[in-house]
C-alpha cells in the first residue's frame, strides 16, 4: 500500500507578490470595513497605487479602522491636500543624482536604486513621486554605475534602495553583488528592504547563500513601523539574513496615529530585539506631498524619545533623526 505523505508548499514570492491586493474596494472587504465608515480616495490610489501582499495584510485585524498596519497602506482624502514646505522631492535628491540609478549623497556610501518596485506601497513614502523610469539600472547603466564606483576610491559602502531592492530576483541580485566585490575598496553592502517584514518569503536560500558567500560585510536595514508587523515568519526572515552573517537593523518613521505613543515604540524595539535586531533610527516624517496628515511635530517627537529613554536601555532607543538636503549627514534631533 502506497502512502502518500502530505506536505505544505509555502508559496514563492513573487506568486505572493503578484497576488498583492491593488485596489480599494478589494482592501476594504478583506479587512472588513465599509467605506461609509473609513475615509478612502480613490484619487489618492490613482496617484500613488494601493499595494498590500497577503502576508502583510493578514496581519492588519479585520474590523479595526485604526489598525496601524491598515493606515500605513489606505490611500484617504488627506493625501489630496497640499501644504506649504511639502514637495515631490523633498529630499532633493535629484541633485545628487550623477548617473542614472546612482545617488552620492555622502562621503564614502553610495545608494544604488535597484529597483523602482515595492512590495507595499506605503502612503508616507518620500519616494512616492520619484521618477523611477529615468533610473532604471539596465546593463549599459550597471557598466556606468560599476565604473564610478571603480574611480572613486573614497567609496567603500554600498548601499541597495529602491523602490525596494530586493524586489531585484535572486540571480541578478548575485551578479550585481559579484561584481561589486570585485572592487577592491568596497568593503560593505547595505540593503534597505521591507520585503523581509512584508513578504517574509523573499528571503530566500539562494538570496542567503549569495550573502553569507559573499566577502563584503553586509547589513540588512528592515522597515517596521510597529510591533504588529513582526510575525513568526518575518521572526524566520530575520533567522535567516542572522544565519547569512548579516547584520539586521531596523529603521522606523515616526507616524502619528501609527506609533507615536511611547508604548508603540517601547513595544517595538523589545520586539526587535528578540530576534536580535536593534533599533538604528526612528526617522520624522520627510515633507512629501501627500504624507502631511502623518506629521509629527519636532517637540512631540523630542518628547516621546526623551521619554523613551528613561524606559528602555540605551541600545533599545532609536536615533530621532531628519534628513536635510545637502547636509553631508542625517541630522540628529537634539534630546533633553
Ligand atoms: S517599501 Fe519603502 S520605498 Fe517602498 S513605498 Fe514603502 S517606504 Fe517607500
Known amino acids: ?86 514637495s515631490n522631492d523633498p529630499l532633493e535628491e535629484l541633485d545628487t543624482n550623477p548617473a542614472p540609478g546612482l545617488i552620492h549623497k555622502y562621503k564614502g556610501r553610495v545608494l544604488l536604486i535597484l529597483s523602482g518596485a515595492c512590495a507595499i506601497n506605503c502612503r508616507y513614502c518620500f519616494r512616492r513621486h520619484f521618477p523611477y523610469q529615468e533610473n532604471q539600472l539596465g546593463s549599459q547603466q550597471w557598466q556606468q554605475v560599476l565604473q564610478y564606483l571603480k574611480n572613486d576610491q573614497s567609496i567603500t559602502e554600498v548601499i541597495f534602495s529602491g523602490g525596494d531592492p530586493l524586489a531585484t530576483p535572486d540571480k541578478r541580485l548575485n551578479n550585481m553583488i559579484r561584481d561589486i566585490e570585485a572592487i577592491a575598496h568596497i568593503q560593505r553592502l547595505r540593503i534597505h528592504s521591507r520585503l523581509p517584514v512584508v513578504i517574509p518569503q523573499r528571503v530566500t536560500d539562494e538570496l542567503c547563500h549569495t550573502l553569507a558567500s559573499s566577502r563584503l560585510q553586509t547589513v540588512c536595514v528592515l522597515h517596521v513601523n510597529h510591533a504588529n508587523e513582526v510575525d513568526t515568519q518575518v521572526a524566520k526572515s530575520i533567522a535567516k539574513l542572522q544565519a547569512a552573517k548579516v547584520t539586521v537593523l531596523n529603521q522606523s518613521v515616526l507616524l502619528k496615529g501609527i506609533n507615536d505613543s511611547v508604548d508603540c515604540l517601547k513595544n517595538l524595539s523589545e520586539k526587535l530585539f528578540t530576534y536580535g535586531v536593534l533599533p538604528y533610527y526612528l526617522f520624522v516624517l520627510d515633507p512629501v506631498h501627500g504624507a502631511a496628515h502623518f506629521d509629527v511635530s519636532d517637540n512631540d517627537a523630542i518628547a516621546l524619545v526623551n521619554t523613551l529613554q528613561t524606559e528602555l536601555p540605551g541600545y533599545l532607543v532609536p536615533r530621532l533623526a531628519r534628513e536635510i538636503p545637502g547636509r553631508p549627514s542625517k541630522t540628529l534631533l537634539s534630546l533633553t
Request: aromatic share 8%; charged share 20%.
Open 1 to 86: 500500500m502506497n502512502h502518500i505523505t502530505p506536505f505544505f508548499v509555502e508559496t514563492d514570492w513573487q506568486t505572493l507578490l503578484r497576488q498583492s491586493i491593488c485596489n480599494i474596494d478589494e482592501l476594504l472587504n478583506e479587512v472588513k470595513l465599509d467605506s461609509s465608515i473609513l475615509p478612502v480616495s480613490a484619487q489618492a490610489a490613482t496617484d500613488f497605487a494601493i499595494r498590500v501582499p497577503t502576508p502583510y495584510l493578514n496581519r492588519i485585524e479585520k474590523g479595526n479602522p485604526n489598525d496601524p498596519l491598515l493606515l500605513q497602506v489606505l490611500p484617504q482624502p488627506a493625501e489630496m491636500e497640499r501644504y506649504p514646505g511639502y
